[in-house]
T-cell receptor, first 111, second 117 residues
Framework: GQQVMQIPQYQHVQEGEDFTTYCNSSTTLSNIQWYKQRPGGHPVFLIQLVKSGEVKKQKRLTFQFGEAKKNSSLHITATQTTDVGTYFCAGPTSGTYKYIFGTGTRLKFLA | GAGVSQSPSNKVTEKGKDVELRCDPISGHTALYWYRQSLGQGLEFLIYFQGNSAPDKSGLPSDRFSAERTGGSVSTLTIQRTQQEDSAVYLC???????????????FGPGTRLLVL
């Protein structure tokens, strides 16, 4: 069945450093969504990408959708403590509204 | 309501008991999803409703799990004869897939934390 993998599983950074998480699907996606889950919280929608090669920015966050629509990335520039949490990508199975979530990348800060 | 609500927020039960988890989606949202999240893990899809029907039940782990949705609104996830491995956070989400522009944002509830002793 369809699989959505994310790497890395964890990333520890110093505040001010950049952070990137990569998402790879075993099948072509019609769109891809990104969610953020704060520790102890529930996932919150960040963005949806639809077009091949699409790039969207939200302040310090840059989202990319691959040309083949099978991979995506989220890059955070100059991380801040408010960025802490787990970032999930999610893609729909073909022809349905069923979304498969990636394994998530947890962003943590070094003390 | 203003957002997706779930009840109870926490549930502790004994192995072998049945539990019912409730989800109230955002008013007017036609799609409703149930996910399970074990500690520190990703989201595991359980079931999806479009209106009152469930086109996809493929994620239900076993026949002990069932879900229904009535009136195109409230949904109940039932776990019969609970096992310790059922312990997890059960998240509900709703969306309006027909929204113009096709943005199928899922709005998540706070979850029900289930602990089976």
């Amino acid at each position: 069945g369809q699989q959505v993998m994310q790497i890395p599983q964890y990333q520890h950074v110093q505040e001010g450093e950049d952070f990137t998480t990569y998402c790879n699907s075993s099948t072509t996606l019609s769109n891809i969504q990104w969610y953020k889950q704060r520790p102890g919280g529930h996932p919150v929608f960040l963005i949806q990408l639809v077009k091949s090669g699409e790039v969207k920015k939200q302040k310090r966050l840059t989202f990319q959708f691959g040309e083949a629509k099978k991979n995506s990335s989220l890059h955070i520039t100059a991380t801040q403590t408010t960025d802490v949490g787990t970032y999930f990508c999610a893609g729909p199975t073909s022809g349905t509204y069923k979304y498969i979530f990636g394994t998530g990348t947890r962003l943590k800060f070094l003390a | 309501g203003a957002g997706v609500s779930q009840s109870p927020s926490n549930k502790v039960t004994e192995k072998g008991k049945d539990v019912e988890l409730r989800c109230d989606p955002i008013s007017g949202h036609t799609a409703l999803y149930w996910y399970r999240q074990s500690l520190g893990q990703g989201l595991e899809f359980l079931i999806y409703f479009q209106g009152n029907s469930a086109p996809d039940k493929s994620g239900l782990p076993s026949d002990r799990f069932s879900a229904e949705r009535t009136g195109g609104s409230v949904s109940t996830l039932t776990i019969q004869r609970t096992q310790q491995e059922d312990s997890a956070v059960y998240l509900c989400a709703s969306s309006l897939p027909e929204l113009a522009g096709g943005q199928e944002t899922q709005y998540f509830g706070p979850g029900t934390r289930l602990l089976v002793l």
